[in-house]
Every structure is written in structure tokens, then in C-alpha cells.
T-cell receptor, first 111, second 117 residues
Framework: KQEVTQIPAALSVPEGENLVLNCSFTDSAIYNLQWFRQDPGKGLTSLLLIQSSQREQTSGRLNASLDKSSGRSTLYIAASQPGDSATYLCAVWTSGSRLTFGEGTQLTVNP | DTGVSQDPRHKITKRGQNVTFRCDPISEHNRLYWYRQTLGQGPEFLTYFQNEAQLEKSRLLSDRFSAERPKGSFSTLEIQRTEQGDSAMYLC???????????????FGPGTRLTVT
């Protein structure tokens, strides 16, 4: 059974800092990995999707990397802003059509 | 297209009552998924449809839960005899599954927050 773990559970940083969120998964036979953002009480917004054959994806100030063999992914956020405050969720697709999610990292960026 | 929509956004019900939620996927998306998210946790898969066929159900989907997608467009999720443990955010997602494309990105709706008192 696939299990996804995210570290840290919560993170508070001052504005302007670069930061890294970590995601690990137990079954390396994944098809892809996706990072989402969730604002309080809202649905999920997809940030980046990395297919299993890829090593990284970039979108603006966000960069996600994937190391399938070690079962790890990182989300790098450059020059953080207060608007980046949200919960960040990592999800993997292994079989069938279900995404398996981690518990998320709650990020607070202080002005 | 405005994306995946869900109705209602919030629902408060008393224990033992039945509730029904609706999800309208992105038009022409042939796959529709339901997830449940409890406070402080990531979403957990419940079930998914390919057009009108329900192809997979999680063990989380007890006999009190039933989902339908009668015409392959919108879907409903019904919970009978609600329990306090059913309190959660119910998320719907949709994707377009095309022949020859192995992965299809899931787009999520805003969710329905259920509170059972």
C-alpha cells in the first residue's frame, strides 16, 4: 500500500526566504507525482505535475524535483511571499486512477 | 468553462439524516473522482467514474455511501444515516482520459464541507 509522508508538517518563514518542502513515498513504482496548494476551507489547485520519466518541473518561483528510486520529491519556493501562505499537498499516482496524498505542509510566510 | 463545481458548499445535518452532494465536472471530462478530506489530513480516494460506469471504490466507501453518474456528466454522492465521523470536506475532481495518453491531470472542485451534529 502506497504511503506518502510530508515533512515538515508546518513551517513559518519571513518574507523573501527560499524554502524547501519534502515529500516521500513508499512505493517507487509511481506513474507521476503532483504538488497541490490548498487555501483554508478551499479546494485544491494543481501547482506542478512531474511524470515518472521526468526529474523536475518548474513554474515561476516554484521548482519540483523527483527521485523515483529513493522515493522522494521536493518543492522549492523561491523568494517566498505572504500570498504563498497555504497548505501544500504532495500526491502520487501508482495504480488505478487514484491519487494518494500526503498530510500536507502548512506554510506561513510572515511579512 | 469555469472548472469543476460542487453544490452545496456547506451542509450541516443532524446525525441519522441523509445528505446528497452534487458535482459538475469540466465539460467533456470523462472521468470523475470523489475524495474525502478530514481536518488536518490529505484527501483520501473514495471512488471514480469513467463516463457513467463506476470503475473503482475504496474500502472507505461503506454501504451507507452511494455515488452515481447517470448520464456521464454530473455526479451525486449520497450518505445515508449520517454519523458524526462523516464530518469532512468532500472533494470532486475530473479529468479527460484520451486514448494513448497515460496520465490525465485531475482538476479539483471547491469541495462540500459536511458537518454532522
Amino acid at each position: 500500500k502506497q504511503e506518502v509522508t510530508q515533512i515538515p508538517a508546518a513551517l513559518s518563514v519571513p518574507e523573501g526566504e527560499n524554502l524547501v518542502l519534502n515529500c516521500s513515498f513508499t512505493d517507487s513504482a509511481i506513474y507521476n507525482l503532483q504538488w497541490f496548494r490548498q487555501d483554508p476551507g478551499k479546494g485544491l489547485t494543481s501547482l506542478l505535475l512531474i511524470q515518472s520519466s521526468q526529474r523536475e518541473q518548474t513554474s515561476g518561483r516554484l521548482n519540483a524535483s523527483l527521485d523515483k528510486s529513493s522515493g522522494r520529491s521536493t518543492l522549492y519556493i523561491a523568494a517566498s511571499q505572504p500570498g504563498d501562505s497555504a497548505t501544500y499537498l504532495c500526491a502520487v499516482w501508482t495504480s488505478g486512477s487514484r491519487l494518494t496524498f500526503g498530510e500536507g505542509t502548512q506554510l506561513t510566510v510572515n511579512p | 468553462d469555469t472548472g469543476v463545481s460542487q453544490d452545496p458548499r456547506h451542509k450541516i445535518t443532524k446525525r441519522g439524516q441523509n445528505v446528497t452532494f452534487r458535482c459538475d465536472p469540466i465539460s467533456e471530462h470523462n472521468r470523475l473522482y470523489w475524495y474525502r478530506q478530514t481536518l488536518g489530513q490529505g484527501p483520501e480516494f473514495l471512488t471514480y467514474f469513467q463516463n457513467e460506469a463506476q470503475l473503482e471504490k475504496s474500502r472507505l466507501l461503506s454501504d451507507r455511501f452511494s455515488a452515481e453518474r447517470p448520464k456521464g456528466s454530473f455526479s451525486t454522492l449520497e450518505i445515508q444515516r449520517t454519523e458524526q465521523g462523516d464530518s469532512a470536506m468532500y472533494l470532486c475532481a475530473s479529468s479527460l482520459n484520451s486514448a494513448g495518453v497515460f496520465f490525465y491531470e485531475q482538476y479539483f472542485g471547491p469541495g462540500t464541507r459536511l458537518t454532522v451534529t
